[in-house]
Each structure stands twice: as C-alpha cells, then as structure tokens.
C-alpha cells in the first residue's frame, strides 16, 4: 500500500524558515517524480514544486521559486521542502504527491503551515 | 500561466443523476509527447485530495465505471453517469502539460 506521510508543519513567523519531511513507502521511491501542492484555508489547490526522481531538476511555480527548494533522499524514502521567508498568503496544508504520467496519483495527509506573528 | 476554468461552480443533485463538469484550459493541453495531461480529482470534505482519471479519461484503478473523462485540446469533461452518495465534494481539473501546473477554482457537487 502506498502511504505519503507529511510531517514538519506548525505555527512560524513571517520571514522565518520551515522545513517539511514526507515519508514514502509501498513503492520505489528512486522511480517516480515527487511534488508539492498546498491548499490555503477553504481554498483551491496551488502546485508549489516538483522534483524528477533522481532529484536532477526541480521546478517552481513564481510564487515560491527563490524561497522554496524541494529535494529529496532516495537512499531514505523523503521527499522534503525548504521554505525560507515565509509570508502570511504561504498558510496552508501542504500535501506531497507522487507522480504518475502527468498526473499526481497518490496525495499525502497533509500537513497545515500556518503563518503569522 | 495556463488558466483552468471549470464550471458549474456548484452542482445540486439528486443520487441518480447524471452530473457534467466543464473544464476549459486557456492553451492546448496537447503536449510535445503526443499526450493530453488533464487530470481530474476529487476533495471529499475534510480529506486530502484523491485521485479519479489522468491523461484525459484514463481511470485510476479504484474509480468506479459511472465517472468518465472526455475532450481534448482546451475542453474537457468529466461525467458522472449516476450520482452516489460518496461522490459528494469538490471536483478540480488541473492541467500537468505546461509548468506551472494549474488547477481549476473546483466544482462543488452537493446531493439534494
């Protein structure tokens, strides 16, 4: 069974730095593109990074490129997400995928990023 | 960007009906490979988001023969031959051909 388990979220202030972990497991990790998608409170859906599976090339929408970086540890099953300069309109839950032919097949729980002082 | 507008914003149904969503994309989804990724999901209220059809009207495994996907280029449907009581929530198409990925605003579907 795949399993996506997000974790590393909280309460931070702006300017400050955040880093989320998602675990995977069920499948192998090293084959499969890993993203990034947040949903803001009684939101819609934002896509925020993608990562290929050998962690090679990354790609940012503008809203975060410069702020965030997503990586990845093969060798340990991780996807993760570096946000520094956090603002208010980053509040969200932060949800890792993992990729399937163009599309997100699986979706984690998520994990909220809330922001403020 | 790729604007990704889906209509209805809502739909109120009865369990038995059929439902359509309209999913309009602002360029071609068409991409270099030959292939259309437009994918549909589902947010169920209070869950993550799950997976329903990639690629246009590829169903996911677990996706029960009452969903279907059509369209191509820049207009896309999803269809639900007869509404149950689990496919209440909120519909998103979202285009994975051009970055930045984008997602529709979503379609809320409420049971009468």
């Known amino acids: 069974e795949v399993q996506l388990v997000e974790t590393g979220g909280g309460l931070v202030q702006p300017g400050r730095s955040l880093k989320l972990s998602c675990v995977a497991s069920?499948?192998?990790?090293?084959?499969?593109?890993m993203s990034w998608t947040r949903q803001a409170p009684g939101k819609g859906l934002e896509w925020v990074a993608s990562i290929t599976n050998s962690g090679g090339s990354t790609y940012y929408p503008d809203s975060v490129k410069g702020r965030f970086t997503i990586s990845r540890d093969n060798a340990q099953n991780t996807l993760y997400l570096q946000m520094n300069g956090l603002r208010s309109e980053d509040t969200a839950t932060y949800y890792c995928?993992?990729?399937?032919?163009?599309?997100?097949?699986?979706w984690g729980q998520g994990t909220l990023v809330t922001v403020s002082s | 960007d790729v604007v990704m507008t889906q209509t209805p914003v809502s739909l109120s149904l009865a369990i038995g009906q059929p439902a359509s969503i309209s999913c309009k994309s602002s360029q071609s989804l068409l991409g270099t490979s030959g292939k259309t990724f437009l994918n549909w999901i589902l947010q169920r209220p209070g869950q993550s988001p799950k997976r329903l059809i990639y690629q246009v009207s590829k169903l996911y495994s677990e996706v029960p023969d009452r969903f279907s996907g059509s369209g191509s280029e820049t207009e896309f449907t999803l269809k639900i031959s007869r509404v149950e009581a689990e496919d209440l929530g909120v519909y998103y198409c979202w285009q994975g051909t051009h970055f930045p990925y984008t997602f529709g605003a979503g379609t809320k579907l409420e049971l009468k």
């Open positions: 069920g499948f192998t990790f090293n084959n499969y593109w």
């Open positions: 995928t993992r990729g399937y032919y163009g599309s997100f097949a699986y």
